[in-house]
């Protein structure tokens, strides 16, 4: 047991006086949910759901050189990022496995802020700083700087609009603009991470109680509820979207991952992993290893992290995520199989639940894609 004692964001007041069950993640005490993990899933798929999420971890990079030093330190081209727009990359060591999944967004000429998972926080900041040896460029802690909220649904940019003057319309996925929400100053992005339209709030944690009241009253009419960290996982689980320390780890490059889209070789100058993430690259092309795949459930049983996946009376592969669908009814995953059974609708797949082969359909991912 770690004798560190759990970080708490600005609102764990709040979240205690709305009955959240809190749990450990990453070093943080966070509302796992608030009531039925089920129906916050699907206020957010039908309606709009609230979250906090002020445990990820923002790291400032200004400079003349700060793009120069993001596209050497990270695996994307950060430097062709135009202001007010974000884009999601990865940093890699230098043997290509990946130490984090990150967006950086590009707040002015020479200034970008890089939101990592809270896991990974220290480890990227630390990284980042040690790459930043030699450039025109300072990197900064900001992880105390922000709290930041989410809502997330069909229902949240209605429910934005009704608090700001910013140009939501005009507001692309993955672009950010400053504004005041309710009053209070934020960053307002586009972005999300459950399949569905939504919007990041970058705030001072001083107004985060203020800012998450008036968003909750401005969403009473349209069906809004809080949102807990286990809803979460199953939205992002049926939108395929990958987690860290699930799908992503240092054992994988991002060619392992089927993100190899990530990794702009064209840029100019070399980046930390280039050499290995070329042949990584190459090996994918000829003969790709393990491919990240869906599941979907025959039965009943659920599917953990870890459970193999079998076919023939072989492993074939490994489970990475795996939950009971709300949106599907039925319990889905994601898993590394050998490529020879990643095709969707492979014949006799089926996952090892404790001695138990059950049958699987592979499909290809995401399990959910929203009506635009």
Same mark, same amino acid.
Request: overall charge negative; aromatic content about 10%; cysteine-free.
């Given at each position: 047991m770690s004798s560190t004692p759990l970080r708490h964001t600005a609102l764990d007041a709040l979240h205690r006086s709305l009955g959240a069950t809190m749990t450990d993640f990453a070093g943080w005490d966070m509302p796992l949910r608030y009531g039925s993990e089920r129906d916050e899933h699907n206020a957010v798929r039908a309606k709009a759901g609230l979250f906090d999420l002020s445990h990820m971890g923002e790291i400032t990079v200004t400079g003349s050189e700060a793009a120069q030093l993001l596209n050497y330190a990270l695996v994307g081209n950060i430097a062709s990022v135009g202001a007010g727009r974000a884009r999601y990359t990865m940093i890699c060591r230098a043997d290509g496995g990946i130490l984090d999944d990150l967006i950086v967004y590009r707040l002015g000429e020479t200034e970008y802020m890089v939101v990592a998972n809270a896991s990974n926080a220290q480890v990227v900041l630390d990284a980042l700083v040690e790459r930043s040896a030699g450039f025109d460029a300072e990197v900064r802690d900001d992880r105390d700087a922000y709290a930041l909220i989410a809502v997330q649904g069909p229902e949240s940019p209605g429910i934005l609009k009704s608090l700001t003057d910013a140009d939501l319309d005009g507001l692309k996925y993955y672009a950010g603009l400053p504004g005041t929400v309710a009053g209070v100053p934020a960053l307002i992005a586009r972005t999300?991470? !459950?399949? @569905?339209?939504?919007?990041?709030?970058? %705030?001072? =944690?001083?107004?985060? %109680?203020?800012?998450?009241?008036?968003? !909750?009253k401005a969403g009473e009419g349209v069906g809004l509820v809080p949102c807990g960290l286990s809803c979460r996982d199953t939205l992002r689980l049926e939108a395929g979207m990958p987690l860290y320390g699930h799908e992503l780890s240092t054992s994988l490059t991002p060619f392992d991952a089927g993100l190899g889209r990530v990794v702009k070789f064209e840029k100019e100058g070399d980046f930390v992993g280039r050499t290995t993430l070329e042949a990584a690259a190459e090996r994918a092309a000829s003969q790709p290893p393990r491919v990240l795949v869906g599941l979907i459930a025959e039965g009943r049983r659920v599917p953990r992290a870890g459970y193999a996946v079998v076919a023939g009376g @072989? %492993?074939?592969?490994?489970?990475?995520?795996?939950?009971?669908?709300? !949106?599907?009814?039925? =319990?889905?995953?994601?898993?590394? %199989?050998?490529a020879a059974h990643a095709a969707p609708g492979t014949p006799g797949v089926g996952v090892d639940i404790r001695g138990s082969h059950e049958p699987y359909e592979v499909v290809a991912l995401p399990f959910y894609k929203r009506q635009k």
């Open positions: 999300g991470y !459950t399949g @569905e339209d939504g919007f990041e709030l970058f %705030v001072k =944690p001083e107004h985060a %109680v203020e800012l998450w009241q008036a968003l !909750t @072989e %492993v074939i592969g490994e489970v990475t995520s795996g939950a009971p669908s709300p !949106t599907l009814g039925k =319990p889905i995953a994601m898993a590394y %199989v050998d």
